[in-house]
């Protein structure tokens, strides 16, 4: 989301704070985060989970999310959704803000994928009742007319649930649960949300942001990164995907790259934006998904990975400046709340890339730092709204489970660059 725009929307639909008066400009942080430095310190001097407590939180967080399973809709009686819950509002039908749909249906298909990755032999009853509703709800909902991509400028997050959506419907397509005139359904969705992401693609440059922009450094890593980790999955599912559409997509992620190795939250190091952000503890979030998603179409290389996530070590403390915190992006890194279990979680994918030989230190030090920042109910939460804890718990659950899942194929070599349109 772009700053000033996001700032606007606040003065429109104050989530955060109770109040709607002005308040003065946050105070300047200075660069050593003592506090946080200090936790960051005490926590990896703490003893890492043994592989019994990680089975245990990966058991646990199944629970609570289906637990958490919910309706916003007065007409559903079931629960069928996990909402996404961030500071952007929506006018609903009676005038009183409300949670997008592109929240809804992008917060729902990321449990649903991390509950499909946690139970890859067999669900269970719980899990597959919640799946099988919350399939339904994402269906519909796609048909919605916030969802469609035509005429669809400035912020939103429908772009965002495109995205996850496609995610899980490619995890959920095979499983034993999903009958032929079912799976019929989900392949028709499979293609449109591939037409959607194509038509949301960014005007000049490739790549994607919540939702289509034409700012010349609109799009963003945060989401382009993901989503072409996504389409990679339709693609070696049999579902067609425009070469050209991938291509600008990592052109952009490159172009994404300043001099220090930190990816920009738009899409170039080299605009007077991009330069004020190029510090890596703005990134550290961003570069491991962005090296990785690069490194599978042989655009990066293992020590980029690895720096990536050693940045991502020695500068988690500005991320847990900015957990649990009101507001967005705040000075003087501008990181959001919403990109510290997002950084854990694609960390955790990179360290999958890293010679085996460094792999079990490395996912010991992110264990000891989501441990450090556990519930007391055993989930996750960025965010000072109850309901994200869905979102924190799923996104640590994939991080969990990285060790055990496959990696990402990787899109084929391209033989030349594609230019921007």
């Known amino acids: 989301m772009w700053i000033a725009t996001c700032a606007a929307l606040l003065t429109l639909f104050p989530q955060d704070t109770p109040s709607t008066k002005a308040r003065p400009r946050a105070a300047r942080e200075q660069p050593s985060a003592e506090k946080e430095l200090k936790r960051k310190q005490a926590a990896f001097e703490t003893k890492a989970p043994e592989e019994k407590e990680l089975d245990d939180a990966r058991r646990r967080s199944i629970g609570l999310l289906v637990g958490m399973q919910e309706s916003l809709d007065p007409a559903r009686k079931e629960p069928c959704e996990w909402p996404y819950e961030g500071v952007y509002r929506v006018p609903g039908e009676s005038g009183k803000p409300e949670i997008p749909i592109g929240y809804r249906v992008g917060g729902t298909s990321i449990v649903c994928s991390a509950l499909l990755r946690a139970l890859p032999e067999k669900l269970d009853k719980p899990s597959e009742a919640a799946i099988e509703r919350s399939l339904a709800f994402v269906l519909e909902a796609l048909k919605l007319p916030k969802m469609q991509p035509e005429g669809c400028k400035g912020y939103d997050v429908r772009g965002w649930g495109h995205a996850y959506a496609l995610e899980f419907l490619l995890l959920v397509r095979t499983r034993p649960m999903v009958d032929e005139a079912r799976r019929k359904d989900i392949d028709a969705a499979v293609n449109w949300l591939i037409e959607a992401l194509d038509k949301l693609e960014h005007s000049e440059s490739g790549g994607w942001n919540y939702a289509r922009t034409d700012a010349p ?83 990066s290389d293992p020590a980029r990975i690895e720096k990536a996530i050693e940045s991502f070590f020695a500068h988690w403390e500005w991320l847990e400046v900015r957990r649990r915190q009101n ?43 989501l441990w450090a920042v556990r519930e007391s109910s055993g989930g996750w939460n960025d965010r000072v709204f109850p309901r994200s804890e869905n979102f924190g718990t799923a996104m640590t659950l994939c991080a969990l489970l990285e060790p055990h899942v496959a990696r990402p194929v990787g899109w084929p070599a391209a033989t030349g660059k594609q230019p921007a349109k």
Do not use: W
């Open 217 to 299: 450094d609109g799009a963003s890593p945060f989401m382009t990164a993901p989503t072409l980790q996504f389409l990679d999955q339709a693609r070696a599912a049999g579902f067609t995907v425009s070469q050209e559409l991938v291509q600008r997509a990592l052109g952009t992620l490159e172009a994404s790259r300043g001099d220090s190795g930190a990816v920009q939250y738009a899409t170039s190091a080299r605009t007077e934006r991009g330069k004020a952000a190029e510090e890596i503890p703005a990134a550290v979030a961003r570069m491991a998904v962005v090296e990785t998603t690069l490194h599978l179409a042989g655009r």
């Open 327 to 369: 507001g967005t992006h705040i000075p003087p890194y501008n990181i959001a709340p919403y990109y510290f279990f997002y950084g854990h979680r694609y960390v955790a994918q990179a360290i999958e890339f890293l010679p085996a030989d460094k792999r079990a230190a490395a996912r010991e030090r992110l264990y000891q730092l």
